[in-house]
């Protein structure tokens, strides 16, 4: 039934058809190991069959005879296959380390499992369910897992690793071949474990940017409000930067693609920053936001205890963690002449925002 | 060679005559008894109920792969909140069938059958004994198994255990609240720790009665190479199971316990920790399964070549070798968990030496054949069968130990096959060849040997059928423990005559374990018949030249009249037919045989 099939379809038997730079070495391993098994296994079954044939008992007087021991044989059986399994085991680790170590111009893209679903997470925090890779570029996979141990197994490319929770895992090939495989979850993670299964398509030349772009597109269009935030966040300017002038097709989106400076600008309003802080230097019941970053790093704030700045940090970071204490715990460092009564921020600013905001104060710099 | 004159011929003494079966009677006579002989065949017919369980598991399973995309499982109860029955997904169902197969099948048959139920039998006969060191020990063993069998049994009532026979947390160790906890898990793991303590007396007791009891005569080289393979497995079963109980203990730990991470990562715990400590366990055990049906073959080859076993200290110190070796190999499951790619070259290594001394075994069976005086009986064709299966599955094991291949095989239908050939093959085979041999010994009748043979013949063909497609179909990529191939996977970019062969391959697995299920019900049978109405047996049927064939069939309470002394292990000098039973008797007047 299977070999009429297979003569039908024209496939081989054994391994799926190769598409990266692991497959081609990884398979001659495979059918050299498969062509010692086929010799050894014909070898040991012929004499098996012969010896029951031609020394079958014929009378049940007879008794058998022949040798009970022999070291030349014994020798012989042990160092034969020892010198074949040290050749398969030094063939193997090489061919093991490529999957393992990193790659020059190697791409980097992030690889979460959950029960029951793969997120691919590309440059500039762009998330799908797909794994698109470029072809003839080497790629490593960032593999993680939010809840049970998932694996992540792409036959092609005769590539598979565990995603663990609680720690991160990699692997490196690069896909040789383009076409559409299969991404399958290889290690046991439940009720629908036969259902987590992704799609990796190899682009080729040219082809993975553009669809890159066309994916940035409809990832954007795709998010709310708060998930568009969130990924403003993750991104640096500089990023943002490159990836307008790399996609010119993404203008429609200009305006949701800002700056986190732009982004502190709305939370200052957002969080109600401006019921006591003003940004044009007059003075309110705190300290105007004007200015503010530069003072700081002067060393011109004075404290209520006649304290500065340096007094507490020396660091190059000095100004951004008194950002983030002066936000999250106000009454730590009160600036003289001003009430403590900034209730505090700690659970309703996260740190990223505070980045933004630190963003939004350097802007406020007069002269700006 | 002569045959001794039939006057001469002593009678069979009737079924009737005192022996252990009948030395006292009533139920209860069997529930106390100290005598091995008893406690060996209510383990024997204890495993076999497990095999036929997990079996038909199996056979569920298949059944339900046979078709895509088709579902015969039922929905089981999940919970009931305020009137509302909730249910488990049919997945779910298959996730648990999968799971009680492989655990009931490791814990409850694998691991118990040959030690525990054969090698209760034998080892204390083989010995010249009468019984074991500690025959009070033995009992409590096997109740310590019955009571481990019934918590894993409870898991299948509870509902709840889909982790794989693995436990791999932290999907076991999840802490559920309230209604949505299940403890399925809490039994199966109970169970499975019970049983290790069961394991450990057996092995104690073991290595005490070969220490202790070897009669006049008998030094560690002339210890029948069966002995050596319970020596053997009892070591590992000593030092490998605390490792697991302990593991077993930190997981029910975790999973009844909010606050308590140990591998839950989530409460600050290590998953790849538990993966360790189970290998560590569980990489041993597979030899605890494999060297006790390596000794079987060994016995039954020199006795059906009738001829002395061909480098008999080469087999014995193979034993040991794999035990010794065996520690240290169990991060080859875990090629691909993200362990350090050091330590993966070292278990690669390791891996690739502990082959050489199964190799050795293999080599060593096939040249006792040559020139032996080869007796086709059952017993021998599970043996050759063995050979067969075990060299697919140790030759596979190269495919799976090289590091780069394993990555591609590693979670695949061809592990599936590979380890079925080892330990179906390994274990089950041997079992089988184990359970003819002594058949005759135990029960004091003989089975029909063309019955037999014939369920060896279906057996042969349903079992290469169901597992070489699996090779076939892992190296493909298709993945283990998936309850539906289904059509997704030509979508996902397959292809068309991709799935097809996925599909071609779990077909033809199918088809091959009906196959497989008809020749093992068919070997039940013959054994079944034969108990009532078989043939009288002889003390020694086949001409075996160990201590058990030379006490009575069935033996008596305390299996020697005199204890017996003993030269080399593999004698057969001086064996002569006697044609009036059928029988094999040792011509005391025989010259004593050559020192090898």
């Not at chain 2, 390596?294 to 061909?310: D, P």
Request: some cysteine.
């Amino acid at each position: 039934m299977l070999m009429s099939w297979l003569a039908q379809s024209g496939s081989t038997l054994w391994m799926p058809p190769p598409a990266s730079d692991i497959a081609g070495p990884v398979d001659w391993l495979f059918y050299f190991i498969l062509y010692t098994s086929y010799f050894f296994l014909a070898l040991i079954i012929a004499l098996m069959v012969f010896f029951a044939i031609k020394y079958r008992r014929r009378d049940p007087r007879e008794m058998g005879s022949g040798p009970t021991h022999g070291m030349v044989l014994e020798l012989t059986w042990t160092i034969i296959p020892l010198i074949i399994v040290m050749f398969i085991f030094f063939n193997a680790i090489p061919d093991y380390y490529l999957s393992e170590g990193d790659r020059t111009n190697q791409l980097e893209i992030n690889v979460t499992g959950s029960k029951w679903q793969w997120d691919f997470q590309y440059d500039n925090n762009l998330h799908h369910g797909e794994l698109h890779l470029p072809v003839n570029r080497p790629i490593r996979l960032n593999i993680n897992s939010t809840d049970v141990v998932h694996s992540v197994y792409i036959p092609a490319f005769r590539a598979k690793k565990d995603a663990v929770p609680g720690r991160s895992n990699y692997m490196t090939f690069t896909p040789t071949r383009v076409g559409t495989y299969p991404l399958l979850c290889a290690e046991f993670c439940g009720t629908q474990h036969s259902d987590m299964l992704a799609k990796v398509v190899v682009h080729p030349k040219g082809g993975y940017e553009k669809w890159l772009a066309e994916a940035a597109r409809s990832f954007l269009s795709e998010l709310d409000e708060t998930q568009y935030e969130q990924w403003k966040l993750l991104v640096t300017p500089e990023d943002l930067d490159n990836f307008l002038a790399q996609y010119p097709e993404l203008e429609e989106f200009e305006d949701k693609l800002t700056t986190p400076a732009m982004y502190g600008e709305e939370l200052y309003t957002k969080a109600g920053c401006n019921q006591c802080h003003s940004i044009d230097g007059t003075s309110n019941t705190g300290p105007t936001f004007k200015g503010m970053y530069g003072r700081t790093i002067r060393g011109e704030t004075v404290f209520k205890d006649d304290t500065k700045l340096e007094t507490y940090f020396n660091a190059d970071y000095a100004a951004e963690n008194y950002f983030l204490e002066s936000i999250h715990e106000p009454g730590a460092k009160v600036v003289k002449g001003m009430k403590d009564t900034m209730p505090a921020q700690k659970g309703k600013i996260s740190e990223q925002e505070v980045g933004a905001l630190i963003a939004f104060f350097k802007t406020l710099e007069s002269g700006q | 060679m002569s045959s001794i004159a039939h006057p001469n011929a002593n009678p069979l003494p009737e079924l009737t005559s005192d022996n252990y079966l009948n030395h006292s009677r009533g139920i209860l006579s069997w529930l106390v008894t100290l005598d091995h002989k008893r406690i060996g065949l209510m383990y024997l017919a204890s495993v076999i109920f497990f095999l036929i369980l997990g079996g038909s598991f199996a056979i569920i399973l298949r059944t339900e792969l046979y078709e895509v995309g088709r579902n015969i499982l039922p929905q089981l109860p999940k919970s009931t909140v305020g009137g509302d029955t909730q249910y488990f997904a049919w997945t779910d169902t298959y996730n648990q069938m999968f799971t009680l197969h492989g655990g009931i099948l490791v814990f409850l048959f694998i691991i118990p059958a040959i030690p525990a139920a054969l090698g209760n039998f034998v080892l204390p006969i083989m010995l010249g004994a009468k019984d074991v060191a500690f025959p009070r020990l033995n009992l409590m063993s096997y109740y310590i198994y019955v009571g481990g069998a019934i918590f894993f049994v409870l898991a299948l009532v509870a509902g709840g255990l889909d982790t794989g026979w693995t436990f791999y947390t932290p999907y076991s160790s999840s802490f559920e609240k309230g209604s949505e906890f299940h403890w399925g898990v809490v039994f199966a793991v109970s169970g499975a720790f019970i049983l290790g303590f069961s394991s450990i007396l057996t092995g104690v007791n073991f290595i005490s009665t070969m220490h202790m009891l070897r009669p006049p005569g008998m030094t560690w080289f002339r210890m029948p190479l069966m002995l050596w393979a319970l020596y053997a497995t009892s070591v590992m079963q000593i030092l490998a199971t605390p490792v697991l109980a302990i593991t077993l203990m930190l997981l029910i730990i975790e999973r009844l316990y909010d606050g308590i991470g140990i591998f839950d990562p989530a409460r600050g715990g290590d998953p790849v920790l538990f993966q360790h400590f189970f290998w560590f366990y569980s990489h041993p055990a597979v030899y605890i399964m494999i060297v006790p049906g390596m000794g079987i073959i060994s016995e039954v080859i020199s006795t059906f070549c009738h001829k002395a076993i061909f480098g008999y200290r080469f087999i014995a110190c193979s034993s040991l070798a794999i035990a010794l070796v065996g520690f240290l190999v169990w991060g080859h499951h875990m090629f691909t968990s993200g362990q350090s790619a050091l330590i993966s070259t070292f278990f690669a290594l390791l891996t690739f030496l502990v082959a050489i001394p199964s190799a050795i075994k293999v080599f060593n069976w096939l040249a006792t054949m040559y020139k032996g005086s080869i007796d086709l009986r059952t017993p021998m064709l599970y043996a050759m069968l063995f050979i067969w299966v075990f060299t697919v599955g140790g030759l596979t094991g190269m495919f799976l130990g090289a590091v780069s291949t394993d990555i591609h095989l590693h979670d695949t239908y061809f592990v599936v096959a590979h380890f079925h050939y080892t330990m179906v093959g390994g274990t089950l085979f041997a079992f089988l060849a184990g359970v003819h041999y002594w058949f005759p010994k135990m029960f004091g009748r003989m089975y029909s040997e063309l019955g037999g043979r014939i369920a060896w013949a279906i057996v042969f063909v349903g079992f290469n059928l169901t597992f070489i497609s699996q090779f076939i179909g892992g190296s493909r990529g298709m993945p283990r423990r998936y309850a539906d191939f289904g059509e997704k996977l030509t979508e996902l970019g397959f292809g068309e005559s991709h799935a097809q062969l996925f599909i071609q391959c779990q077909k033809i697995s199918t088809i091959g374990s009906y196959i497989l299920g008809i020749g093992l019900v068919w070997a039940a049978i013959v054994l079944v018949i034969a108990l009532f109405k078989g043939k009288r047996a002889p003390s020694n049927p086949w001409g075996g030249p160990t201590l058990e064939w030379r006490c009575a069939s069935p033996p008596i309470h305390e299996n020697f009249v005199d204890t017996p002394t003993v030269g080399e292990p593999y004698d057969y000098t001086g064996m002569q037919y006697d044609e009036t039973n059928e029988n094999y008797v040792v011509n005391p007047d025989a010259a004593p045989a050559p020192q090898h």
